[in-house]
């Protein structure tokens, strides 16, 4: 899987993408939704940006890790229970960002 910029320098600016190399030899573009913890790592969501995943809003949930000089790396997630859990912990959050909005709309 390639980067197609250094994170630190994407992170300052509004959208981040992540270029994924794909299995077939296909290049997707996708923006990254967050990056976040769940047990004892860290994971990133991915949402490709063109293609019929992106019309189906398919979010594609990676390892993250970060070598000592800070250049990101993506894993696939192997297990079904360690999946499971990264993606009940991707939903709760989309669930606290939902609900931050609602609140957040109220008190205008």
Do not use: H, W
């Amino acid at each position: 899987m390639e980067q197609n910029k250094n994170v630190n320098e994407e992170m300052e600016q509004e959208e981040m993408t992540v270029t994924l190399t794909l299995d077939d030899g296909s290049e997707l573009e996708c923006v990254v939704l967050t990056i976040f913890d769940a047990g004892e790592r860290e994971y990133i969501a991915l949402l490709p940006m063109e293609g019929d995943e992106a019309e189906e809003g398919e979010v594609y949930l990676y390892r993250y890790s970060e070598d000592s000089e800070g250049n990101p790396s993506l894993e696939n997630i192997e297990d079904d229970e360690e999946y499971e859990i990264v993606a009940d912990a991707f939903d709760e959050l989309l669930d606290e960002q939902e609900y931050d909005e609602l609140v957040g709309e109220d008190e205008e």
